[in-house]
């Protein structure tokens, strides 16, 4: 049998005994050193390739920032004073939450550039090109800004307008807002600043704050004021509202009746109209306000009066100021008046900030009778308030409606700085020796006008009949002075198609002639009638004169018509207009018989 297969199933047999060809068995060896040199290069390039990729790639990853925060655009800045501060701090947590965006210190200096306005912008324009070191720091251009435009308001530190501060009616909430607002730059410790809040609180406010002394801190202390201070403005105001409870007329549940028959001399009113009138507090009889029916002007016959309101009141020019900007008033002095007032439609137009009165106060006339609303439930904030070119104060206004007089200065006012006043002449002539010591200030260059007393209107010969007395602006020499506003029916003064404006000659004028010239041309530069000019073109001017003795000036305007478009227009024609009174039954004759 071969022995290299079995006898059954032709398999070859395991090989047990050891290769006898040395040749083989060294080829073998061969192979399998080259498989194993191989694999080892192979395993060196991927420790190679390991290495390689731990040194690239760190072993900490890098900390990843996230998008800066969208914070508004800070408010651009015209110059205020106090707005200076808050302005920088803007620009500085800006630029603090903005590090990608600005890096560079001039990008920094650009962007403040850009946010100036007014007398801000027009001091950076003056200086930006005369001083380059602006452009490149930051901090430096912020300095010049700060040391040029954050000055103490009034003249005073923070020391003396802390020290100054008073709440006065306002809430204690309030007054401590502007206590913190100037305690957080003047340096004082809390010892300091405790005592003077307390200073400065309402008296009434003081007393209650004796009994409640569990505060331990100043934020502690200020606090309680304001939890006390509100407790007595809604105490006081629920004592006014049961005090005086207001009669309310159910016009819903009245039954409908029919209409009022006619009255004589008066027209009929339904009671639709008496429901609607008397829910809007109107007058029945006229439907106006300010008034009841039993006080109504129509009820008693019209009697004719005259008013010397206009002629006997004394007022003195003002003004308010208000985000830097001055608002002219006229003020009447009224000693009669028991509280400094401003008018409703003055506060509306101007956006003063006001706040209700707790409690309301009543206002009546001299015969007890309440003047508008009957009640003052509004009052402004302390406002600058300005009286003439040097008196300057802190006043608050009670709201009312006088549109006549926008602003009344009454007697609180009058007992403050008592005033010495020429009743005389109706002017304001000395401020009393309180008021030169602390409200007169240095001038402010201004336009102003002189307070005096109204007088009526006299004609050149004397007074006016009283017949003509309803026409009396028609006499008046100022009126005749302005020049009318532009219409649209203004006619236009159209020259001929290459034409020019005539040069006109010069007249020969002797001495009194040219200073009757002179004094025509002055006069008619103040009134506005005419302005300078150094066009070529003009008209000759000379005197021609009068019966009494006076000159009347002329204007050569021939040449200047000769060039000028023509406006024909139809006239009408005398048989024309008597031909329209034919069949009349009376004519009237206006010309001489």
Sequence with gaps: M????????GAPLQITSPLTDSAELREIIVRQGAIIRSYQDQLADMQAQLSRVAIASPRDPPPTHGESPRLALPEKFN??????????????VFFSHQPGMYREEGTKCAFLMSLLTDRALEWASAVWDADPQIKASYDYFSGMIKEVFEYPAGGKDISVRLMELRQGSEAAADYAIRFRTLAAQSGWNDAALWAVFRAGLHPALQSELACHEEATTLSQFVATAIRLDNLRRQHRAGAHASARPQRRMDYSSR?????????????GLAVQGHRSRGQMRLCYRCGASGHLSPRCPERFPATPVGDI?????????????????????????????AVNLVDRGLVEELGIPIFPCVPALRITAIDSQPIGEGYLKHQTELLDFQVGLFHYERLAFYVTSSPANPVILGFPWLRRHDPHISWRSGELVRWSITCQRGCL???????????RVQRPLEAAGGHLPSQYMDFHMVFSEERAARLPH?????????????????????????????????????????AGHIRPSTSPAAAGFFFVGKKDGGLRPCIDYRGLNAVTIR??????????????????????QTGPP
């Design 309 to 337: 309101s206009s002629f006997l009141n004394l007022t003195v020019p003002a003004s308010l100021h208000m985000s830097d900007r001055c608002f002219p008033v006229s003020a009447l002095i009224d000693s009669g008046a």
């Design 2 to 9: 071969d022995p290299d297969t079995s006898a059954s199933g």
């Design 567 to 588: 406006y024909p227009y139809p006239l009408p024609l005398v048989p024309a207009a008597l031909e329209q009174l034919r069949g009349a039954r009376g004519v009237h």
């Design 486 to 526: 532009h219409q649209v029916w203004d006619c236009a003064i159209d020259l001929l198609p290459n034409a020019s404006p005539p040069k006109g000659r010069i007249y020969p004028l002797s001495l009194p002639e040219s200073k009757a010239m002179e004094e025509y041309i002055e006069s008619s530069l103040a």
């Design 255 to 267: 039954r409908e009746e029919e209409p009022e028959p006619m009255q004589l001399g008066r027209s």
């Design 441 to 451: 200030r240095d001038p402010v260059a201004r336009p102003c006008r002189t307070s």
């Design 79 to 92: 110059g205020s004073a106090d707005r200076c501060r808050g302005f920088l701090r803007q620009c500085d």
